[in-house]
């Protein structure tokens, strides 16, 4: 499993410093957490419970894990986290203005939410009303958050086509609360 690893985690694992605490919202079984080296201070959450299984007997036994539904408030404190990573996850999740508050709220002041590997809703199924179809809709969601976009493919600049055509296609996109962002992702 894990050397299918997509390029958006690859992505995902640049960003935090060792002393930083990362959540994983939508962990799977453990992909990030195990490119993360294993730290007891990350968590992953996920309602599947046997990627948690999986995650915690063989891909990332240190993190720590949590069983939650992302369409529900999450059972954890506020301000814990420097980054939150939801990575291939979005798109499945119907309550998305609670599950970006609840991110917001588990976040340290400065902190970072990655949404990675967002989804175009012309080209994939399940239906486009699962799907954030637009960069405005995801600024909407993330109030009081600046936005970085890039491509997976290393080029870590805003696509003119995406702005112009204002659909989300396979991005990844940073979003910033007072947070430097690291250089790689300027």
Known sequence: LTTRVSPSINSAAKLPKISEKVIDLGCGPGHLLKKLRNNPFNIGVDFNLLNLYLAKKYISSQSGYIYADLNQ????????FDIAVINDTFHYVKAKGL?????????KPKGLIFLGHVHNSQAMSPPPSEYPTTLQKCRELF????????????????PTAVEKSNRLTFLNLLFSRG???PKAFR
Do not use: H, Q
């Open 179 to 181: 947070a430097p962002i």
């Open 73 to 80: 408030p999450l059972p954890i404190n506020k301000k814990i």
């Open 99 to 107: 599950l970006t508050k609840e991110a917001s709220r588990i976040l």
């Open 143 to 158: 109030k009081g958050f600046s936005l970085t976009s890039y491509k997976e493919g290393g080029k870590y600049l805003v």
